[in-house]
């Protein structure tokens, strides 16, 4: 969970747009929450749009939100709230939420692709451990390659699977650290990095497009 504080808010027709004092990480249709700003800015509201100009309004015509260019904002978030028009001022006192809890998949699927019919209580402990990075991990990565998943249902059996795999991955490396890098007789230890196959189920095998 991550919390920003606020630093500008205003309302209109029916959109409000308020701007954090720092930058976030936040992509179009995350859910948020925002307290502490008032009626009826105080919701869980998704983000329609992360403007960096002033907003000015409703085009009558097409709908589509109008932003005066000459005027940049920084760190804006738009989202559908219905009350009265605010005119835009400086509210430092709010506060917005940023949960993303992924649940694709379980700490049973990674024991059943483990092969481990009967775990410990330790061994439970940490591959639900194991479970949650997975699932934060490989939601991230698929989000930082311009995908909008779900964080509740996994967007297909590929992206499943590939989340099992390196949730599999984690817990195999278990008191691993044989592989730290170090200077201890010139040793150039070694590198780990995210298997190939896990990359071509995750669909994250290419660089982003911008």
């Excluded at 990480?25 to 509201?45: D, K, R």
């Excluded at 990674?110 to 451990?129: M, S």
């Amino acid at each position: 969970m991550t919390t920003y504080n606020t630093y500008s808010k205003q309302l209109i027709s029916n959109y409000a747009c308020i701007a954090t004092l720092e930058p976030t990480q936040l992509v179009v249709g995350e859910s948020i929450t925002v307290t502490a700003l008032g009626s009826p800015f105080n919701s869980t509201a998704t983000v329609l749009d992360l403007p960096q100009y002033e907003f000015t309004g409703i085009d009558s015509t097409t709908g589509e939100w109008i932003f005066d260019e000459n005027v940049p904002r920084a760190n804006q978030i738009l989202y559908a709230c219905t009350g009265s028009n605010v005119e835009y001022v400086v509210a430092l006192a709010g506060l917005v939420t940023h949960t993303q809890n992924c649940t694709w998949i379980t700490a049973a699927q990674i024991l059943t692709w483990l092969g481990i019919a009967t775990a410990t209580a330790d061994d439970t402990t940490f591959v639900t451990q194991c479970a949650s990075a997975a699932n934060a991990f490989c939601y991230r990565r698929r989000q930082e390659c311009g995908y909008f998943d779900s964080l509740t249902t996994s967007p297909s059996g590929d992206v499943t699977l590939a989340t099992i795999m390196y949730g599999g991955a984690l817990y195999r490396q278990r008191g691993g650290i044989s592989d730290f890098a170090s200077f201890d007789g010139m040793s150039a230890g070694s590198t780990n990095g995210l298997s190939p196959i896990v990359k071509q189920l995750l669909g994250v095998d290419r660089p982003q497009v911008a």
